[in-house]
Nanobody
Framework: QVQLVESGGGLVQAGGSLRLSCAAS????????MGWFRQAPGKEREFVAS??????RTNYADSVKDRFTISRDTAKMYLQMNTLKPEDTAVYYC?????????????????WGQGTQVTVSI
């Protein structure tokens, strides 16, 4: 079983920035896409961003495009979040895809972290 651990969440004022990190317990993610999802209270989990196994393709939700940047190296995956808005408040989850390229559907991901809370105040 692969374990994913997110870090970097916290409380920030609107307009601020945070950088989330996701570390896997073993290098099973090296040939798989990875992604970030989020879930706000009372809402369904939604896609945020994904990155292919080698980083050559990225995909973003319209709501975060041009504000968030997903990246990865051999050890971790990252989500740089700039110009944060109160509506970005949610628990953010990282996930490992089932293939080299995974899309927006959560069913395309096989392992999930426990999540990290991001709260953006007005």
């Amino acid at each position: 079983q692969v374990q994913l651990v997110e870090s970097g969440g916290g409380l920030v004022q609107a307009g601020g920035s945070l950088r989330l990190s996701c570390a896997a317990s073993r290098r099973t993610s090296s040939n798989n896409a990875m992604g970030w999802f989020r879930q706000a209270p009372g809402k369904e989990r939604e896609f945020v961003a994904s990155i292919s196994w080698n980083g050559d393709r990225t995909n973003y939700a319209d709501s975060v495009k041009d504000r968030f940047t997903i990246s990865r190296d051999t050890a971790k995956m990252y989500l740089q979040m700039n110009t944060l808005k109160p509506e970005d408040t949610a628990v953010y989850y990282c996930a490992i895809g089932r293939s080299a390229y995974s899309g927006r559907d959560p069913q395309g991901y096989q392992y999930w972290g426990q999540g990290t809370q991001v709260t953006v105040s007005i």
